[in-house]
């Protein structure tokens, strides 16, 4: 019997076709013992119950990219890229990966795949191309602008970094952020894989060096890198901490894979895979000085054996990567680099954003709890009326990472439940508790005790702004 459940649904019923994907046993929600996962790289948690009442159908613009539709979203694109690569499970077949092992490899999952990519792609990519504005001027013109990026994010690499470096309590801050890269920089180098496949020396000579010379040198750091978990007492197992991946941490190697697959957009992928190079290389110290901060020397080798990207070497790069395709195509190529690359900047833009929220509530929940006392007190003593969604769930009841679309309160009528928003940081609620959870923030929760009664009012703006 096949491991993926059938779901019949129209044969372009974009929902039926994602809904069909994440019917998948790896895709299940998780249980009380799978907050971090170490020994099983094909469970990947995406809570399926949810897409009853999400709409792939309809793409997502800019202001909704980081809604729950887009952490899911993004949860089954980058399994849809992994279905294609190597994984190796912990054990023998009375291992508890085999059975994920297999309904993650088997041929319905990888047909599926192919068919979710697509509706995926579309739902959380198409806002990307609202926005491109060409360059005029040709490719010497997109020379120039991914040079002047690389000044300004010299001198601006992150917010988020800045708030990691202010956080109160910086270790966590810093662990979470380690975390992050774990999204990432593995995949990356899965992506520029991808562009070595294939029989094209004639028509641009000098790609393949390029892209080898970038994986050997992502290579050689591997070790390194693994230091660097080590040191912060985490595992390099892949998609350990796939529950604490926000999806904005995601997205940037999901579009980076799916411009290296689609063979037809050969120009984003180098424009995407330049500004790779050019985040990576402008955040360096930065990274270096938080994890130093937070775990010691451990690892730093990795950062500062990053290599350095200067003016002219930008423009030596981006020139050797335009000039033959250039000359075949003649400005669309040069206008397709500038696509990916734009995009790749938008998205890491987003994902900067993303953690430096992320990172600054998580540092403050106390605040946030205050709130929510305050927020509580005026619903009641002002009978005000809202949106109000109630939760009876029993021990070790677990609530896969998630987020909301909207600002909610929790408030624990009965019971003792553990919130969570990061790894190792385990915040008891205990009855009468209260905590503010913005919209768009990564959490969960498990049941402690036999029964828990907990209650969500969702708070508008409006109200918001009262406390």
Same mark, same amino acid.
């Given at each position: 019997?096949?491991?993926?459940?059938?779901?019949?649904?129209?044969?372009?019923?974009?929902? +039926?076709?994602?809904?069909?994907?994440?019917?998948?046993?790896?895709?299940?929600? @998780?249980?009380?013992? /799978?907050?971090?996962?170490?020994?099983?790289?094909?469970?990947?948690?995406?809570?399926?119950?949810? !897409?009853?009442? $999400?709409?792939?159908?309809?793409?997502?613009?800019?202001?909704?990219?980081?809604?729950?539709?887009?952490?899911?979203?993004?949860?089954?694109?980058?399994?849809?890229?992994?279905?294609?690569?190597?994984?190796?499970?912990?054990?023998?077949?009375?291992?508890?990966?085999?059975?994920?092992?297999?309904?993650?490899?088997?041929?319905?999952?990888?047909?599926?795949?192919?068919?979710?990519?697509?509706?995926?792609?579309?739902?959380?990519?198409?806002?990307?191309?609202?926005?491109?504005?060409?360059? /005029?001027?040709?490719?010497?013109?997109?020379?120039?602008?991914?040079?002047?990026?690389?000044?300004?994010?010299?001198?601006?690499? +992150?917010?988020?970094?800045?708030?990691? #470096?202010?956080?109160?309590?910086?270790?966590?801050?810093?662990?979470?952020? $380690?975390?992050?890269?774990?999204?990432?920089?593995?995949?990356?180098?899965?992506?520029?894989?991808?562009? !070595?496949?294939?029989?094209?020396?004639?028509?641009?000579?000098?790609?393949?060096?390029?892209?080898?010379?970038?994986?050997?040198?992502?290579?050689?750091?591997?070790?390194?890198?693994?230091?660097?978990?080590?040191?912060?007492?985490?595992?390099?197992?892949?998609? @350990?901490?796939?529950? &604490? $991946?926000?999806?904005?941490?995601?997205?940037?190697?999901?579009?980076?894979?799916?411009?290296? #697959?689609?063979?037809?957009?050969?120009?984003? &992928?180098?424009? @995407?895979?330049?500004?790779?190079?050019?985040?990576?290389?402008?955040?360096?110290?930065?990274?270096?000085?938080? &994890?130093?901060?937070?775990?010691?020397?451990?690892?730093?080798?990795? =950062?500062?054996?990053?290599?350095? $990207?200067?003016?002219?070497?930008?423009?030596? !790069? %981006?020139?050797?990567?335009?000039?033959?395709?250039?000359?075949?195509?003649?400005?669309?190529?040069?206008?397709?680099?500038?696509?990916? =690359?734009?995009?790749?900047?938008?998205?890491?833009?987003?994902?900067?954003?993303?953690?430096?929220?992320?990172?600054?509530?998580?540092?403050?929940?106390?605040?946030?709890?205050?709130?929510?006392?305050?927020?509580?007190?005026?619903?009641?003593?002002?009978?005000?009326?809202?949106?109000?969604?109630?939760?009876?769930?029993?021990?070790?009841?677990?609530? %896969?990472?998630?987020?909301?679309?909207?600002? #909610?309160?929790?408030?624990?009528?009965?019971?003792?439940?553990?919130?969570?928003?990061?790894?190792?940081?385990?915040?008891?609620?205990?009855?009468?508790?209260?905590?503010?959870?913005?919209?768009?923030?990564?959490?969960?929760?498990?049941?402690?005790?036999?029964?828990?009664?907990?209650?969500?009012?969702?708070?508008?703006?409006? !109200?918001?702004?009262?406390?």
């Amino acid at each position: 019997m096949s491991p993926v459940s059938r779901i019949k649904s129209a044969p372009d019923d974009p929902n +039926g076709i994602v809904r069909r994907y994440a019917a998948n046993s790896p895709f299940r929600s @998780a249980t009380a013992e /799978e907050l971090v996962n170490e020994d099983n790289p094909f469970r990947r948690p995406v809570r399926p119950h949810d !897409l009853g009442f $999400l709409d792939y159908g309809t793409p997502l613009t800019a202001d909704r990219a980081l809604r729950l539709s887009g952490l899911l979203g993004h949860r089954m694109l980058r399994t849809v890229h992994d279905a294609d690569q190597l994984f190796v499970r912990a054990g023998g077949d009375d291992h508890p990966s085999a059975a994920d092992a297999e309904a993650f490899h088997s041929l319905d999952n990888r047909v599926l795949a192919l068919r979710a990519g697509q509706v995926l792609e579309n739902h959380l990519f198409h806002w990307l191309g609202e926005e491109h504005t060409p360059p /005029e001027g040709g490719p010497d013109a997109v020379t120039r602008h991914v040079q002047g990026v690389l000044e300004e994010r010299r001198a601006r690499p +992150g917010r988020a970094l800045d708030v990691a #470096r202010s956080c109160r309590h910086r270790t966590e801050a810093a662990t979470f952020a $380690l975390v992050q890269l774990t999204a990432a920089r593995p995949a990356v180098q899965s992506a520029v894989s991808r562009g !070595l496949l294939g029989d094209y020396g004639t028509a641009h000579a000098a790609l393949r060096g390029l892209l080898l010379d970038d994986l050997r040198d992502r290579a050689d750091r591997t070790p390194h890198y693994r230091a660097l978990l080590a040191g912060a007492e985490l595992s390099p197992e892949p998609y @350990a901490y796939w529950q &604490f $991946l926000l999806g904005s941490s995601l997205a940037g190697a999901n579009h980076l894979h799916s411009v290296a #697959r689609d063979r037809a957009r050969l120009g984003e &992928f180098l424009g @995407a895979w330049v500004h790779h190079r050019l985040d990576e290389a402008v955040t360096a110290a930065a990274y270096a000085e938080v &994890f130093q901060d937070a775990f010691g020397d451990e690892g730093a080798a990795y =950062f500062t054996g990053v290599r350095p $990207l200067t003016g002219e070497g930008v423009a030596e !790069l %981006t020139g050797a990567l335009l000039g033959p395709l250039v000359a075949r195509f003649g400005a669309d190529a040069a206008l397709s680099f500038h696509r990916g =690359f734009e995009d790749a900047r938008r998205l890491a833009a987003l994902s900067d954003e993303d953690l430096a929220v992320q990172l600054d509530w998580a540092d403050r929940l106390d605040e946030y709890k205050v709130k929510a006392e305050k927020l509580d007190a005026l619903i009641s003593e002002n009978g005000i009326e809202v949106d109000l969604e109630t939760f009876v769930e029993s021990h070790e009841e677990t609530s %896969t990472t998630h987020v909301h679309d909207d600002h #909610r309160l929790v408030v624990v009528e009965v019971g003792q439940m553990h919130f969570w928003n990061n790894v190792g940081h385990m915040i008891p609620m205990e009855e009468g508790d209260k905590l503010l959870i913005p919209a768009e923030r990564l959490h969960g929760s498990m049941v402690r005790s036999g029964t828990c009664t907990y209650h969500q009012p969702v708070i508008s703006e409006e !109200l918001l702004g009262q406390v």
